[in-house]
């Protein structure tokens, strides 16, 4: 007697798309819309201090210092490195954003560059000279000048984090009060 084989029904795991639970599935946006939030903000907040524009530069004392006194005001000149981060907070964070408001008459200088720069008696030096001439050391320094490119105020070196828009504020006070005695 022959006998068949017994054929045993194949079993197969029935296959079903999983679906995922709501819980996971707005877990995950979540912490993929963290992730390009995060990236954005980077990103922003970086091209946004490489963007930052410096002050317009000081190339005639003569004439600039002239045309803020006119104006009853010092010219403020920041003395810069490049690269200095503390150099880009005073810029960005002090005297930017009151040069573009038109409080103050405000330039800048690289104390290592070449550049020439016509002096407030009429002399012709570089950047680099007249930094060293007035002493200037250390960046940032920041010095508040009559029209003659005489010193109104002390010079504010370094940048002081904490109290830095209260120590500006305070020179340019001094400044004002300086070149107003000057012109009565």
Known sequence: MHTQPSIQPSIQPS????????RSV???????????????????????LAATPHLPPVNDLAIQAAAA????????VLVTLPGCVYCETVRRNYLGPQAAA??????ELDMTADTPLRNAD???TTAREWARSRNVAVAPTVLFLDARGRSLATPLRGMQPDFYGAYLEQ????????LASKTH
């Open 122 to 124: 009429g002399s012709m």
């Open 15 to 22: 296959i079903q798309p999983m679906q995922p639970s709501p």
């Open 69 to 76: 006194a006119s104006r009853g005001e010092p010219l403020v």
């Open 102 to 107: 038109g409080e103050i008459e405000a330039r």
């Open 171 to 178: 020179a340019l006070d001094q400044a004002r009060s300086a």
């Open 26 to 48: 707005f877990g995950t946006a979540r912490r993929t819309g963290a992730a390009v939030l995060g990236a954005l903000l980077v990103a922003a907040s970086t091209s946004a």
